[in-house]
C-alpha cells in the first residue's frame, strides 16, 4: 500500500514472499497464518526473505504492528 512500511522498505507489487522467519511459505494465506502466528506470540520484528524481478533476493524485516 502507498505509505506502508512495506513500500518504505523497497517491496512492490510483482515481489513475491519465499520464506517468514526463515520458515518457506508457497502461498499468500501461508503468510498470511505465519504473521498471524507470530504477532499473537508478540513477535516485534518479522523478517521476510523475498524474490524480487531480475531473479534477485532480499531480506525484508518489518513491525509486526505497522504503527509501531
Do not use: C, Y
Not at 20 to 34: G, I, Q, R, Y
Not at 54 to 62: K, M, P, Q, R, T
Amino acid at each position: 500500500a502507498p505509505g506502508s512500511r512495506a513500500q518504505e522498505k523497497g517491496l512492490q507489487a510483482g515481489h513475491v514472499i519465499v520464506e517468514v522467519m526463515h520458515e518457506k511459505v508457497f502461498a499468500p494465506k501461508d503468510v498470511v497464518k505465519k504473521v498471524t502466528a507470530l504477532k499473537a506470540a508478540n513477535k516485534k520484528n518479522i523478517i521476510f526473505f523475498v524474490a524480487r524481478e531480475g531473479g534477485e533476493f532480499s531480506f525484508v524485516a518489518l513491525p509486526s504492528n505497522p504503527q509501531g
